[in-house]
Protein backbone atom coordinates (compact mmCIF):
# COMPACT_ATOMS: atom_id res chain seq x y z
CA UNK A 1 0.00 0.00 0.00
CA UNK A 2 1.59 3.65 -0.65
CA UNK A 3 1.88 6.30 1.89
CA UNK A 4 0.08 9.59 1.70
CA UNK A 5 1.85 11.64 -1.22
CA UNK A 6 4.58 13.96 0.49
CA UNK A 7 6.97 16.62 -1.86
CA UNK A 8 10.09 16.95 -1.17
CA UNK A 9 11.14 20.21 0.61
CA UNK A 10 14.85 20.48 0.58
CA UNK A 11 18.12 18.28 -0.21
CA UNK A 12 20.07 17.98 2.80
CA UNK A 13 23.78 16.30 3.44
CA UNK A 14 24.15 14.79 7.08
CA UNK A 15 27.39 15.36 8.73
CA UNK A 16 27.90 13.23 11.89
CA UNK A 17 30.15 11.81 14.28
CA UNK A 18 28.60 8.20 13.86
CA UNK A 19 31.15 6.12 16.06
CA UNK A 20 29.90 8.12 19.28
CA UNK A 21 26.52 8.32 20.49
CA UNK A 22 24.32 6.20 18.77
CA UNK A 23 21.43 9.06 18.68
CA UNK A 24 23.06 9.91 15.71
CA UNK A 25 22.05 7.03 13.96
CA UNK A 26 18.46 7.37 15.20
CA UNK A 27 18.23 10.52 13.45
CA UNK A 28 20.17 9.41 10.21
CA UNK A 29 16.91 6.62 10.11
CA UNK A 30 14.28 9.11 10.51
CA UNK A 31 15.85 11.39 7.42
CA UNK A 32 16.07 8.42 5.64
CA UNK A 33 12.69 7.59 5.63
CA UNK A 34 11.31 10.96 5.45
CA UNK A 35 9.99 11.72 2.27
CA UNK A 36 10.04 15.90 2.67
CA UNK A 37 14.29 15.47 2.14
CA UNK A 38 15.96 14.23 -0.30
CA UNK A 39 19.37 13.19 1.11
CA UNK A 40 22.25 14.05 -0.99
CA UNK A 41 25.09 13.23 0.79
CA UNK A 42 26.41 11.57 3.82
CA UNK A 43 29.71 12.55 5.78
CA UNK A 44 31.50 10.67 8.61
CA UNK A 45 33.51 12.98 11.46
CA UNK A 46 36.18 12.69 14.39
CA UNK A 47 35.01 11.62 17.58
CA UNK A 48 35.86 12.60 21.10
CA UNK A 49 38.53 11.13 22.72
CA UNK A 50 36.26 9.87 25.40
CA UNK A 51 34.90 7.13 22.81
CA UNK A 52 38.33 5.22 22.58
CA UNK A 53 41.99 6.68 20.53
CA UNK A 54 40.78 8.76 17.34
CA UNK A 55 42.63 6.32 14.75
CA UNK A 56 40.06 5.17 12.14
CA UNK A 57 36.75 6.51 13.99
CA UNK A 58 35.68 8.58 11.16
CA UNK A 59 35.76 5.51 8.97
CA UNK A 60 34.40 3.25 11.33
CA UNK A 61 31.94 5.85 11.70
CA UNK A 62 31.10 6.16 7.62
CA UNK A 63 30.85 2.07 8.13
CA UNK A 64 28.15 2.34 10.91
CA UNK A 65 26.06 4.87 8.62
CA UNK A 66 26.35 2.89 5.58
CA UNK A 67 25.45 -0.79 6.95
CA UNK A 68 22.38 1.52 8.23
CA UNK A 69 21.30 2.73 5.53
CA UNK A 70 21.68 -0.08 3.41
CA UNK A 71 19.08 -2.12 6.08
CA UNK A 72 16.69 0.66 5.43
CA UNK A 73 17.02 -0.22 1.65
CA UNK A 74 18.98 3.26 0.37
CA UNK A 75 21.72 1.91 -1.27
CA UNK A 76 21.92 4.81 -3.43
CA UNK A 77 22.68 7.11 -0.56
CA UNK A 78 25.27 4.60 1.47
CA UNK A 79 28.25 5.25 -0.25
CA UNK A 80 29.35 7.56 3.71
CA UNK A 81 32.60 9.52 3.53
CA UNK A 82 34.95 9.74 6.13
CA UNK A 83 36.32 12.87 6.79
CA UNK A 84 39.68 13.33 9.27
CA UNK A 85 40.22 12.49 12.16
CA UNK A 86 42.41 14.71 13.19
CA UNK A 87 40.71 18.25 14.72
CA UNK A 88 40.53 21.47 12.26
CA UNK A 89 44.07 22.44 11.94
CA UNK A 90 43.38 25.73 9.53
CA UNK A 91 45.18 24.49 6.86
CA UNK A 92 43.19 23.04 3.39
CA UNK A 93 42.81 19.20 3.59
CA UNK A 94 40.86 17.65 0.59
CA UNK A 95 39.44 14.46 2.34
CA UNK A 96 36.22 12.70 1.39
CA UNK A 97 33.85 14.50 3.44
CA UNK A 98 35.22 17.97 2.81
CA UNK A 99 35.15 16.90 -1.28
CA UNK A 100 31.63 15.32 -0.27
CA UNK A 101 30.33 18.77 0.70
CA UNK A 102 31.72 21.12 -1.65
CA UNK A 103 30.46 18.67 -4.44
CA UNK A 104 26.89 18.52 -3.24
CA UNK A 105 26.96 22.44 -2.62
CA UNK A 106 28.21 23.30 -5.97
CA UNK A 107 25.76 20.84 -8.03
CA UNK A 108 22.66 23.10 -7.36
CA UNK A 109 19.04 22.55 -7.53
CA UNK A 110 15.69 23.84 -7.11
CA UNK A 111 15.17 22.96 -3.29
CA UNK A 112 17.30 24.56 -0.73
CA UNK A 113 20.39 22.32 0.58
CA UNK A 114 20.36 21.82 4.22
CA UNK A 115 23.65 20.55 5.75
CA UNK A 116 22.37 19.11 9.03
CA UNK A 117 25.54 18.79 11.41
CA UNK A 118 24.69 17.35 14.54
CA UNK A 119 28.42 16.26 15.87
CA UNK A 120 31.84 18.42 15.64
CA UNK A 121 31.71 21.00 12.70
CA UNK A 122 35.54 19.18 11.66
CA UNK A 123 34.22 18.63 8.65
CA UNK A 124 32.32 21.60 7.81
CA UNK A 125 35.30 23.84 8.01
CA UNK A 126 37.52 21.95 6.02
CA UNK A 127 34.76 22.31 3.19
CA UNK A 128 34.98 26.15 3.67
CA UNK A 129 38.12 25.87 4.09
CA UNK A 130 38.39 23.93 0.64
CA UNK A 131 35.63 25.99 -0.71
CA UNK A 132 34.48 29.59 0.22
CA UNK A 133 31.46 29.25 -2.39
CA UNK A 134 29.77 26.79 0.21
CA UNK A 135 29.03 29.26 2.67
CA UNK A 136 26.46 30.46 -0.14
CA UNK A 137 24.71 27.59 -1.46
CA UNK A 138 23.30 25.87 2.10
CA UNK A 139 22.47 27.03 5.27
CA UNK A 140 23.96 24.57 8.22
CA UNK A 141 22.00 23.28 10.90
CA UNK A 142 23.75 22.44 13.65
CA UNK A 143 23.21 20.55 16.44
CA UNK A 144 25.81 22.10 18.97
CA UNK A 145 27.31 25.14 20.89
CA UNK A 146 25.47 26.32 24.59
CA UNK A 147 24.40 29.33 26.01
CA UNK A 148 25.96 29.29 28.96
CA UNK A 149 29.47 28.53 28.03
CA UNK A 150 29.48 24.64 29.48
CA UNK A 151 31.78 22.58 27.49
CA UNK A 152 28.89 20.97 25.31
CA UNK A 153 30.13 18.08 23.41
CA UNK A 154 29.86 19.07 19.87
CA UNK A 155 31.75 22.31 20.35
CA UNK A 156 34.58 21.39 22.66
CA UNK A 157 35.55 17.92 20.35
CA UNK A 158 36.98 20.46 17.40
CA UNK A 159 36.29 24.21 19.11
CA UNK A 160 38.61 26.15 16.60
CA UNK A 161 36.47 24.34 13.16
CA UNK A 162 32.93 25.28 15.35
CA UNK A 163 34.95 28.87 16.09
CA UNK A 164 36.14 28.89 12.12
CA UNK A 165 32.50 27.90 11.13
CA UNK A 166 30.22 30.23 13.42
CA UNK A 167 32.55 33.30 12.66
CA UNK A 168 31.83 32.91 8.64
CA UNK A 169 29.30 35.91 8.03
CA UNK A 170 28.22 34.84 4.68
CA UNK A 171 27.11 31.24 5.96
CA UNK A 172 23.24 30.83 6.97
CA UNK A 173 23.34 28.91 10.74
CA UNK A 174 20.27 27.36 12.07
CA UNK A 175 21.21 26.49 15.67
CA UNK A 176 20.15 23.97 17.69
CA UNK A 177 22.18 24.49 21.60
CA UNK A 178 22.44 21.85 24.09
CA UNK A 179 19.09 24.30 25.61
CA UNK A 180 17.23 23.33 23.19
CA UNK A 181 18.58 19.53 21.72
CA UNK A 182 18.36 18.18 25.38
CA UNK A 183 14.64 18.88 25.22
CA UNK A 184 14.48 16.25 23.01
CA UNK A 185 14.38 12.99 25.26
CA UNK A 186 12.57 9.66 25.11
CA UNK A 187 11.54 6.96 27.18
CA UNK A 188 13.89 4.17 27.00
CA UNK A 189 10.74 1.52 27.08
CA UNK A 190 9.16 3.33 23.79
CA UNK A 191 12.23 3.26 22.27
CA UNK A 192 12.91 -0.83 23.51
CA UNK A 193 9.40 -1.81 22.74
CA UNK A 194 9.54 0.52 18.90
CA UNK A 195 12.55 -1.13 17.90
CA UNK A 196 12.03 -4.71 19.05
CA UNK A 197 8.96 -4.50 16.55
CA UNK A 198 9.82 -2.97 13.47
CA UNK A 199 11.64 -5.13 11.41
CA UNK A 200 15.47 -5.39 10.50
CA UNK A 201 15.96 -1.58 10.46
CA UNK A 202 14.22 -1.77 14.53
CA UNK A 203 16.51 -4.77 15.25
CA UNK A 204 19.80 -2.97 13.82
CA UNK A 205 19.00 -0.20 16.40
CA UNK A 206 18.15 -2.32 18.97
CA UNK A 207 21.43 -4.38 18.63
CA UNK A 208 23.33 -1.26 18.18
CA UNK A 209 22.15 0.21 21.39
CA UNK A 210 22.84 -3.13 23.63
CA UNK A 211 26.29 -3.39 22.44
CA UNK A 212 27.19 0.35 23.19
CA UNK A 213 30.40 0.80 24.74
CA UNK A 214 30.93 3.56 27.26
CA UNK A 215 33.20 5.11 29.83
CA UNK A 216 32.62 3.69 33.29
CA UNK A 217 30.98 7.51 34.26
CA UNK A 218 28.24 6.60 31.95
CA UNK A 219 25.60 5.79 33.80
CA UNK A 220 21.89 4.68 32.08
CA UNK A 221 18.75 6.20 33.25
CA UNK A 222 14.91 5.95 32.11
CA UNK A 223 15.13 8.34 29.10
CA UNK A 224 17.28 8.50 26.35
CA UNK A 225 18.57 11.81 25.09
CA UNK A 226 17.78 11.94 20.86
CA UNK A 227 19.20 15.67 20.48
CA UNK A 228 20.67 14.88 17.13
CA UNK A 229 16.89 14.73 15.72
CA UNK A 230 16.22 18.31 16.50
CA UNK A 231 16.90 19.38 12.68
CA UNK A 232 14.22 17.26 11.68
CA UNK A 233 12.08 20.22 12.25
CA UNK A 234 13.83 22.08 9.42
CA UNK A 235 14.24 19.45 7.13
CA UNK A 236 11.73 15.91 7.28
CA UNK A 237 9.08 17.92 8.82
CA UNK A 238 8.16 21.48 9.91
CA UNK A 239 9.13 24.21 12.74
CA UNK A 240 5.54 25.73 12.43
CA UNK A 241 5.46 24.20 16.31
CA UNK A 242 9.09 25.15 17.40
CA UNK A 243 10.13 28.70 18.22
CA UNK A 244 13.61 30.63 17.36
CA UNK A 245 15.03 33.84 17.59
CA UNK A 246 16.61 35.39 14.38
CA UNK A 247 19.02 37.90 13.66
CA UNK A 248 19.92 39.32 10.21
CA UNK A 249 18.51 38.86 7.14
CA UNK A 250 21.07 37.93 4.61
CA UNK A 251 22.17 35.22 5.96
CA UNK A 252 20.35 34.58 8.95
CA UNK A 253 21.36 33.54 11.88
CA UNK A 254 18.66 31.27 14.04
CA UNK A 255 18.59 29.96 17.04
CA UNK A 256 15.94 27.25 18.32
CA UNK A 257 14.92 27.69 21.83
CA UNK A 258 12.09 24.79 21.71
CA UNK A 259 11.42 22.27 19.52
CA UNK A 260 8.56 19.68 19.29
CA UNK A 261 9.53 16.52 20.74
CA UNK A 262 6.41 14.24 20.34
CA UNK A 263 6.00 15.43 16.74
CA UNK A 264 9.33 14.16 16.19
CA UNK A 265 9.54 10.87 17.93
CA UNK A 266 5.69 9.96 16.69
CA UNK A 267 6.64 10.77 13.00
CA UNK A 268 10.28 9.02 13.11
CA UNK A 269 8.32 5.80 15.18
CA UNK A 270 5.62 5.59 12.93
CA UNK A 271 7.70 5.73 9.50
CA UNK A 272 9.92 3.12 11.46
CA UNK A 273 7.02 0.51 11.72
CA UNK A 274 5.65 1.87 8.54
CA UNK A 275 9.15 0.38 6.99
CA UNK A 276 9.03 -3.14 8.62
Same mark, same amino acid.
Given at each position: ??????????????????????????? %?????LSAANRIVGVTSSLT??? @??????????????????????????? =?????????? @????????????????????????????????? %??????? *???????????????????????????????????? @??????? *????????????????????????????????????????????????? @??????????????????????? #????????? =??? #???????? *??????????????
Open positions: MDMIRVEPRCRVIIDNDWAGDPDGLVA %LAHHANPM @FGPPGGMAQRGADLAAGLLRVLKRPEV =SDVKAGSDAP @FTGQARDNAAARAIVDAAAAGGELPLILVCAGP %LTNVADA *LLLDPAVAHSLTLAWVGGAAANEEEYNYFTDPAAAD @FVLGNQR *LAVWQFPAETYRQVVAPVAELDHAFRNSGPAGAWLWELYNSLEVPDFVK @FGPLWCLGDSAPLVVTGLDDVTS #TFTETGTQP =SRR #TYTSVDTR *LIMADFLAKLRLHQ
